[in-house]
C-alpha cells in the first residue's frame, strides 16, 4: 500500500503544472548560462502578458479568451465579458495592460480586431476586473482605428502607458491600404496616444489636417513597444517587409517614412516607396535586414542581469530568437541574440516582478516561458 501511495504521489506530481515549471533548457549569452523553463501550456496563440500586482499573469489568447494564469501554471477558466473578436489571421484579441492605478480601479485594458460593418479594425476597450477575479465589467470600447478594411492582416497592436498617464495605441496599415499610412486623416499605420477613458489628451500633436488621437505617422505594423527606463520616452519594434525590421521612437507629430522609404523590398522582391531617405522623414534607430519579424518589447530594469540594465529585449517570430539590444540614449551601441536554438517564435516579452524575463510563445499550443540565469 505504501508503494503504491507513492506511486500515485509521484503520478500526480508530473502532471501537475508546477511539474511542467521544471522542464528546462540552456542557452549560452554574455551575462552568462540562461535557462528557459516552461511555467504554463496549452494556451492557442498567446499574444498579450501583462502581470497583476500579486505576480499572478494576464494572458491573452488570439482567438478571444484571457485568462490569469497563476504562479503554478495552472489554465483557469478564461474571463467573461471579453469583446468579441475578428479572430481570423493576424486578428483576435491582441494586448492586454493594466491602467496605472490598477491597485485602486482594478482596470484592464485590451486591443483586439473588432468585426464591424464593412470589414474590421483595431480598437481598445477597458473593463473592471471583478472581485472575485472571474470576469471584466462595465467594459467599453475606447478607440476605434478608422476606417474598417476587410483584411486579416496588420493589426498592431500594442499598449503602453506613458508617464503622464496617456495610451499609446499602436495601430498597423491593414497591409492592403499601405499608401494610407502616409494619409493623417485617418488611423491607418500609426501611432495614436488617447486619454485612459478615451478622448485626445490636451498635448497631442493636432496638426492640421490630423485626426486628433494621433501621435506619429508613416508606420506599418508595429507589434512591439516599451517605455525607456530613464527618459520615458517610447521605444518601438515595427515589421518591415522583406528586410527593414525596424526600431523607432516616435514622437510627436513626425513622420517614420512608410512606405515611402524603408530599408526593406516587397515580398515579390519589387522595390518598395523611393529608396531608403527623405527629406522630412525619420531614420530608425536600428533595423534588421534580413526580417526577423518583431514583436512585444520590453526594458531590463531588474537586478538579476546588472550588464543589461536598460537593454531593450525584443521577441523574434520568424527568427524564432530573443535578441538583446543595447542601448546608449538615443541609440542602439549593440545586438546580441538569444535562445537561437530555442525554435520558439517569441510573440511577447515582459520582465516580471522577480527580475526575470517572461517570453510568449506563438504556437497553438503556446507557452509562457521564464528565462533565468543558472544556479
Known amino acids: 500500500m505504501h508503494r503504491s501511495v507513492l506511486a500515485l504521489a ?16 540552456r542557452f549560452p549569452s554574455s551575462a552568462g548560462e540562461l535557462v528557459v523553463e516552461t511555467v504554463a501550456s496549452g494556451l ?56 496605472p492605478k490598477f491597485a485602486e480601479n482594478r482596470l484592464i485594458y485590451l486591443s483586439f480586431s473588432e468585426p464591424r460593418v464593412g470589414g474590421n479594425g483595431t480598437s481598445v476597450a477597458r473593463g473592471q476586473l471583478n472581485a472575485n477575479g472571474t470576469g471584466l465589467e462595465n467594459v467599453a470600447v475606447i478607440f476605434r482605428q478608422m476606417p474598417a478594411i476587410n483584411s486579416t492582416l496588420h493589426f498592431g497592436s500594442r499598449l503602453v502607458f506613458d508617464r503622464a498617464g496617456a495610451l499609446f495605441v499602436t495601430v498597423g496599415d491593414r497591409y ?9 486623416g485617418n488611423h491607418l499605420g500609426k501611432i495614436i496616444r488617447i486619454r485612459p477613458e478615451g478622448g485626445t489628451p490636451a498635448d497631442n500633436p493636432k496638426k492640421p489636417g490630423w485626426q486628433p488621437e494621433i501621435w506619429s505617422i508613416g508606420h506599418r ?3 512591439g513597444a516599451a517605455l525607456h527606463p530613464d527618459t520615458g520616452q517610447l521605444w518601438t519594434a515595427e515589421h518591415g517587409a522583406r528586410g527593414g525590421d525596424e526600431v523607432n521612437t516616435p514622437k510627436a507629430g513626425l513622420n517614420y ?79 546580441e541574440r538569444l535562445l537561437t536554438a530555442l525554435g520558439e517564435r517569441i510573440r511577447d516579452v515582459r520582465q516580471g516582478p522577480d527580475g526575470y524575463l517572461y517570453l510568449l510563445s506563438d504556437d497553438a499550443k503556446g507557452k509562457v516561458l521564464r528565462v533565468r540565469p543558472a544556479r
Open 10 to 25: 509521484l503520478a500526480v506530481a508530473l502532471s501537475s503544472p508546477f511539474a511542467s515549471v521544471q522542464a528546462q533548457q
Open 44 to 99: 492557442e496563440h498567446p499574444w498579450g502578458l501583462a502581470f497583476l500586482p500579486d505576480g499572478r499573469m494576464l494572458v491573452t489568447e488570439r482567438p478571444g479568451r484571457l485568462r490569469i494564469v497563476p504562479s503554478d501554471g495552472a489554465l483557469l477558466r478564461p474571463l467573461t465579458g471579453v469583446p468579441n473578436v475578428a479572430g481570423r489571421g493576424q486578428g483576435g484579441l491582441l494586448d492586454v495592460a493594466l491602467d
Open 176 to 184: 492592403s491600404e499601405r499608401d494610407q499610412a502616409q494619409n493623417p
Open 221 to 223: 505594423n508595429v507589434q
Open 257 to 335: 517614412g512608410w512606405p515611402i522609404i524603408t530599408y526593406g523590398v516587397d515580398y515579390s522582391g519589387a522595390r518598395i516607396g523611393e529608396g531608403t531617405a527623405k527629406p522630412g522623414m525619420e531614420q530608425p534607430l536600428f533595423y534588421w535586414d534580413p526580417s526577423i519579424a518583431p514583436s512585444g518589447a520590453a526594458f531590463y530594469t531588474g537586478n538579476v542581469w546588472p550588464a543589461w540594465r536598460n537593454s531593450l529585449f525584443v521577441g523574434a517570430l520568424a527568427g524564432q530568437m530573443l535578441i538583446r539590444l543595447s542601448t546608449n540614449g538615443e541609440t542602439v551601441s549593440g545586438e
